[in-house]
């Protein structure tokens, strides 16, 4: 786990990362607003978990819910795919742009694979080529990989690369030192060994034998299933391979795995951790590799180099997965998990298990599984998403983070609306608003204080949850925002509400910007960010309110604010932006800058439709 100062160093390389992505990007694509997230059905949602465990260990999880893909937990190198970095979000968010038709996901290392309308799209770390570019290092939304036959069925993710098969072919791309892409990469990427090669085009894999069914991929080396046959090929040094690792410490080309153990059995199903291997065969589960922690299932922590039975899973298993050093498969509905429990992975507080264990706290209808690093993560019948292990990136997506723990259920998926991240039962609103002083003119409300009389007034829909409004003016006035002065104020005051208030949501409610003047539009948007990826890793939904053009001023000044606004509209998702651009008229300001009485009382209304849309009307 990271000590304190690098969490705060690689949140502050997060906030000024994501403000060169923002000023380098075109307009946000408004694509989340037009397709909500559908209901979630069991028959349609499909769960991944990646990590690793190299220096620092980080997991995250994704799955797609109702065609589009939600990730949470670690995403300090963009693998959530919401257009931001921080070092983590507790609770799902879509990824930006895929919000319908995808049919695959793979979670790697610190990158994220997806396939949508037969195309492959990546986001995450790049430093190996993962994303099939050169540059940047990082790409934090969603990017089509070129290169690939179309269409594409399956798509695998490792740490550091990725395969893809598209008719019944593999073709893998990414870091290729120790052979994981079937080949000998000629493309130098540098890294921590100076020798370390990559490939940014996808090529295909020789030596497979028959119509690749499944592809799996570990730390340093990778299997498939070509004819019902398995084949691995890369790093060796534990017999990942299935072969013995004196005789070859990695191969550049695929290697027959079991001829002899699965006879005329065929394959169905097959899973890589960090350096072990299980496939599932005749409806029976097999691991190789390293076996140290027992996540080889056979009763020793010893490495093998050929395929071992793990005989004490009964009934027959239905689906594999495998984390870095644990594995795990489901048998008539439930969750069997073995090898290493350093982070609970294995369902429960307790040592390490060389044989498996049936996971606690789950339904006895689970449909899939999922392993990541250091966690895993079921589904069950009715679509419900329990996941257990270690939290210190809230890859279990119940709302907290650094909290190991049993099974324990999702928070609420993203579909724009509010959620109860703490399931309490109540939603807690916290407003961060500007003061009532207008250029001398003192109104009767600040804006937090107008949008909870809205609030007071409205009826609430039948069967909503209650909600508990806090306003955070905290005694300090006189600047109005978006400007430095107020939201460094407001630092402090989301640092009180997120430790003490618990809020579910934060509304940061600013005015005008007549304090521009004084600061960049680059250095408003940073101090903004800070707040929105505080509130992020807190697992906090947060609406931004924007203001409109400045009018009547001076040239200067107003290409300052529609910079700071454009910027601001980059930073945020669609359907969090509160745009105030429109609807109002010259009797809505008591100046060219300032807003009126009747001005607050539009915008006020405006932002509480945005948060609320349910209320209005009523």
Same mark, same amino acid.
């Given at each position: ?227 019902? &046959? ?9 017999? &990942? ?50 076996? !140290? ?198 630092? &402090? ?97 008591? !100046? ?27």
């Amino acid at each position: 786990m990271a000590n304190g100062w690098l969490r705060q160093r690689m949140a502050r390389i997060g906030t000024f990362a994501i403000v060169a992505v923002l000023m380098a990007c075109g307009p946000e694509s408004d694509a989340d607003a037009e397709h909500p997230t559908a209901p979630v059905e069991a028959a349609g949602l499909r769960i991944t978990a990646g990590g690793s465990q190299s220096f620092v260990s980080f997991s995250h999880s994704c799955a797609i819910v109702g065609g589009g893909v939600q990730c949470w937990g670690a995403n300090g190198n963009g693998q959530l795919g919401d257009g931001f970095v921080s070092l983590r979000v507790p609770v799902p968010t879509r990824v930006a742009g895929l919000d319908h038709d995808v049919t695959a996901i793979a979670a790697g290392g610190a990158h994220t694979c997806a396939i949508r309308s037969g195309k492959v799209l990546c986001w995450g770390r790049n430093d190996r080529r993962q994303i099939a570019a050169v540059r940047p290092p990082i790409f934090p939304e969603p990017t089509e990989i070129h290169g690939l036959p179309e269409p594409v069925s399956q798509i695998a993710a490792g740490d550091e690369h990725n395969c893809a098969v598209s008719g019944g072919e593999l073709y893998c791309w990414g870091l290729g030192t120790d052979g994981e892409l079937g080949l000998r990469a000629s493309e130098h990427c540098g890294g921590y060994r100076a020798d370390e090669d990559c490939s940014t085009t996808p090529i295909r894999v020789e030596g497979l034998s028959g119509t690749v069914t499944d592809v799996a991929l570990g730390s340093h080396h990778s299997c498939a299933i070509a004819g019902g &046959q398995i084949y691995c090929w890369g790093r060796n040094n534990h017999g &990942q391979l299935g072969v013995s690792a004196t005789r070859t410490a990695r191969s550049f080309e695929p290697i027959r795995v079991g001829q002899a153990a699965f006879a005329t059995a065929m394959a169905t199903d097959i899973a890589a951790g960090a350096d072990h291997t299980c496939a599932l065969v005749g409806a029976r589960v097999w691991c190789w590799g390293a076996g !140290d922690d027992g996540q080889l299932g056979v009763g020793a922590r010893d490495d093998r180099d050929s395929p071992q039975r793990v005989a004490q899973l009964e009934p027959e298993a239905t689906r594999i997965s495998v984390g870095s050093r644990h594995s795990c498969a489901t048998a008539a509905g439930r969750v069997y998990c073995w090898g290493s429990n350093s982070e609970g992975q294995l369902g429960f507080a307790g040592a390490s298990a060389d044989t498996p264990v049936a996971v606690a706290g789950l339904s006895d209808d689970i449909v899939d599984v999922a392993s990541g690093a250091d966690h895993s993560c079921a589904v069950d019948g009715a679509g419900d998403v329990m996941c257990w292990g270690a939290n210190d990136f809230g890859q279990l997506g119940h709302g907290e983070s650094s909290r190991s723990g049993p099974p324990s259920k999702l928070v609420a998926w993203d579909d724009g609306g509010i959620r109860d991240r703490n399931g309490d039962g109540r939603i807690t609103i916290a407003c961060l608003g500007d003061s009532n002083t207008q250029d001398h003119v003192m109104l009767d409300r600040t804006w937090c204080e107008r949008l909870e009389s809205l609030l007071r007034a409205s009826t609430p829909p039948e069967g909503s949850k209650p909600i508990d409004w806090e306003t955070l003016n905290r005694g300090w006035g006189g600047a109005t925002a978006i400007s430095l002065p107020s939201l460094r104020r407001a630092e &402090q005051q989301l640092a009180y509400t997120l430790e003490f208030d618990h809020p579910d949501l934060v509304i940061l409610a600013y005015g005008t910007n007549d304090l521009l003047q004084h600061a960049t539009p680059q250095d408003v948007l940073l101090a903004l960010i800070g707040h929105l990826l505080r509130a992020r890793e807190a697992g906090v939904d947060t609406f931004v309110a924007l203001v409109p053009p400045a009018r009547g001023q001076a040239t200067g000044f107003d290409e300052g604010v529609e910079a700071t606004n454009a910027l601001i509209r980059k930073a945020v998702r669609s359907d969090r932006v509160i745009d105030f651009e429109s609807g109002l008229t010259s009797d809505d300001f008591h !100046d060219d800058v300032h807003f009126s009485a009747s001005g607050h009382s539009k915008r006020a209304a405006a932002a509480f439709a945005a948060v609320c849309p349910s209320c209005v009307g009523h």
